[in-house]
C-alpha cells in the first residue's frame, strides 16, 4: 500500500563566491552613489563568481554541503532538480552536470526555468515525488551567476543582482514538514524582466551581441507594483488553507528583491518587519538562490527552531511566484 507521507528539508547548504564587490565599487564602474543605492534597494554589496566558476560549480559545493547537513551519500539522492536562468549552457542541464560532479547515481536530474521563483517551484515539484513514494531523497538547488548576464555599464540593473547558491535535500520527515504548497504565473507579464536573446526567437548574433540583448532587460518600477501585491496574495494562499493567520508564522524567508518591496510586503501582510529575514544588504537579488540561500543563514542564525511554522515566498520574472509554509 503506498502511504502519503511527510516531506520535510532535512538538510541546508550554501556557496556564496569570494569576491566582494561594494557599492563604492560600482561607483567607479556606472552613474551611481552609495547613498542611491542603498535607500532605493537596501543593497550594500554583492557577491560575484570568478570567471571560471560557473553555476554547476556553485550549486555543487552548495549541494555537498546541503548534503553532509542531511548526513546523506551522493548515491542517497534520487533526484535533482536544479532551478537557475543562468545555466552553464542551454543543455545538458545544469542539474545533469552537477549529479556528474557530486557522484550521483543516474538518478532523474533537470532544471527548472522560472527566475526567483525557482527555489519554491523545485521544493514543490520534489516534495509530490516524495509525498507520493516514488523517491525517498531529493535534492534540490538554486544556483546562479547572474554577473554573466549583467549588463555591467547599465546603472538601473547592475547595482541590484549578485552571484551564489543554496541547497536544500528533500526527505521523508515524521512531524510537520510541507504544509502547504501556493504556485502561479502570469505570461501578460514576461515582458517586466527578461533576457531577450540567445533562444530561438532571437539566436546569438554580431548584431544581438552589439544590441546587449544577451543582459537583462527589466521595467523596476512596475515590477516593484506586482511584485508587492504578488508576493502578499501567495502568502495568504499559502497560509489560509492551514487556518493560519499572518501571525502564528514565526518567519518569512522571501525573495530578496529590494528592501523597499519586503517591508510593503510585511505591511500588506500585517506582519513586523522584524519577522522577515533579511540578507539583502550582503548579497542583492540572487535569483532564485536568494530565498534559498536566505533560508540557510536564518537557519545557522538559530532564527528558526524546531516547530515553528515559517513562510518562503518569492516572485521573478514570467511572470511567477510561489509561496511555501514549513513546519520546521
Ligand atoms: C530598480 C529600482 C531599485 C529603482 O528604484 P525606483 O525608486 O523605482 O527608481 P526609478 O526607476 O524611479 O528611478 C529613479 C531615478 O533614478 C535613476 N537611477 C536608476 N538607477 C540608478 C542608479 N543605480 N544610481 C543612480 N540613479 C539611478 C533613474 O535613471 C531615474 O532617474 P530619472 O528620474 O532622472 O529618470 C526599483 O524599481 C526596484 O527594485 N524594482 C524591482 C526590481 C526587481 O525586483 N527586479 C527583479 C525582479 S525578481
Avoid at 564587490?21 to 557577491?47: A, P
Avoid at 549529479?99 to 526555468?113: H, L, M, N, R, Y
Avoid at 515582458?191 to 536573446?197: E, F, G, R, S, V
Wanted: hydrophobic content about 45%; some cysteine; proline content about 3%.
Amino acid at each position: 500500500m503506498c502511504e502519503i507521507k511527510k516531506v520535510g528539508i532535512i538538510g541546508l547548504g550554501a556557496y556564496l563566491p569570494e569576491r566582494v564587490l561594494t557599492n563604492k565599487d560600482l561607483e567607479k564602474m556606472v552613474d551611481t552613489t552609495d547613498e542611491w543605492i542603498t535607500s532605493r534597494s537596501g543593497i550594500k554589496e554583492r557577491r560575484i563568481a570568478r570567471p571560471d566558476e560557473a553555476t554547476s560549480d556553485m550549486a555543487t559545493e552548495a549541494a555537498k554541503r546541503a548534503l553532509k547537513d542531511a548526513n546523506l551519500k551522493p548515491e542517497d539522492i534520487d533526484l535533482i532538480i536544479v532551478a537557475t536562468i543562468t545555466p552553464d549552457m542551454f543543455f545538458p542541464a545544469t542539474a545533469c552536470l552537477v549529479q556528474e560532479k557530486i557522484g550521483a547515481k543516474t538518478c532523474p536530474a533537470f532544471d527548472v526555468s522560472v527566475a526567483c521563483s525557482g527555489f519554491i517551484y523545485g521544493i514543490a515539484i520534489a516534495e509530490q515525488f516524495i509525498r507520493s513514494g516514488t523517491y525517498k531523497y531529493a535534492l534540490v538547488i538554486a544556483a546562479e551567476k547572474l554577473s554573466a548576464i549583467t549588463d555591467w555599464s547599465d546603472r538601473s540593473t547592475c547595482v541590484l543582482f549578485g552571484d551564489g547558491a543554496g541547497a536544500a535535500v528533500l526527505g521523508p520527515v515524521e512531524k510537520g514538514g510541507i504544509l502547504s504548497v501556493f504556485l502561479g504565473a502570469n505570461g501578460k507579464q514576461g515582458d517586466l524582466i527578461k533576457l531577450p536573446a540567445g533562444g530561438s526567437r532571437i539566436p546569438a548574433s554580431k548584431k544581438s551581441v552589439e544590441d546587449k540583448l544577451h543582459f537583462i532587460k527589466m521595467n523596476g518600477a512596475e515590477l516593484f507594483k506586482h511584485a508587492v501585491k504578488v508576493m502578499a496574495d501567495a502568502a495568504l494562499q499559502a497560509t489560509a488553507p492551514l487556518g493560519l493567520k499572518a501571525e502564528d508564522i514565526s518567519l518569512v524567508i522571501p525573495h530578496q528583491a529590494n528592501l523597499r518591496i519586503l517591508n510593503a510586503v510585511a505591511k500588506r501582510m500585517g506582519l513586523s518587519t522584524d519577522k522577515i529575514y533579511l540578507n539583502i544588504e550582503r548579497y542583492g537579488n540572487m535569483s532564485a538562490a536568494s530565498s534559498a540561500v536566505a533560508l540557510v543563514e536564518a537557519v545557522k542564525e538559530g532564527r528558526i527552531k524546531k516547530g515553528d511554522k515559517i513562510l518562503l515566498d518569492a516572485f521573478g520574472g514570467g511572470l511567477s511566484w510561489g509561496a511555501i509554509v514549513i513546519e520546521w
